[in-house]
């Protein structure tokens, strides 16, 4: 590997600016760090993980609607058990809603009505829904699991997926967990200020 590739690997994640955002490397469904032990148990913590990581439900509906002109996946945003309330629907709608003319995005509802020339000119869709099946314990004991609330958004680049969960953190003050499929990287804000 080159020192320049390597330096872009090592400052990819910082080029958003999303200072509440940390990179989750273990993924373990209680938040444990890597323990300490023989090899044996190193490896079955990071069975668990991968497990783990691949617990999020990719929405067929909505990556199928996704224009094949772009290079952006997406992600999925989901919100911690505790902060789901019956109002967080219409919140999460309002955020995403002051965003969407500015990245072109459009709710997976009204994309399935459009005929095949207007839904080529979308560059991503949003869709609501519990898209998490596993477990994860944040930093402050809050959790995340399959009765969380999720935004699943495609299309958009790996930044402006933080972008958004960062207006969505600072407008609904509930931290969020954040599957980034551009870079298959998870991160965590947990720190709503």
Not at 18 to 41: A, D, E, L, V
Not at 139 to 147: C, V
């Amino acid at each position: 590997m080159s020192i320049k590739n390597l330096i872009k690997e090592c400052f990819a994640d910082s080029l958003c600016k999303n200072s509440n955002f940390r990179g989750i490397k273990y993924f373990h469904p209680s938040g444990r760090i890597m323990p300490n032990g023989c090899h044996y148990q190193r490896g079955g913590f990071l069975k668990e993980c991968k497990e783990n990581k691949n617990m999020f439900i990719i929405d067929g509906i909505s990556r199928s609607s996704q224009n094949d002109k772009t290079k952006y996946r997406g992600g999925i945003i989901v919100f911690a058990t505790d902060s789901c309330d019956n109002d967080i629907d219409s919140k999460m709608v309002q955020v995403i809603s002051s965003l969407a003319d500015k990245w072109n995005l459009m709710s997976i509802n009204d994309s399935i009505d459009l005929d095949s020339k207007a839904g080529a000119n979308c560059t991503g869709t949003y869709s609501t829904g519990h898209f998490f099946r596993g477990r994860y314990v944040g930093k402050n004991g809050e959790t995340y699991n399959g009765d969380s609330v999720c935004v699943t958004v495609n299309g958009l680049s790996s930044c402006n997926l933080l972008t958004l969960a960062g207006k969505m953190t600072m407008s609904l003050k509930h931290p969020v967990l954040v599957k980034d499929l551009n870079s298959d990287k998870i991160y965590l804000a947990d720190d709503v200020n």
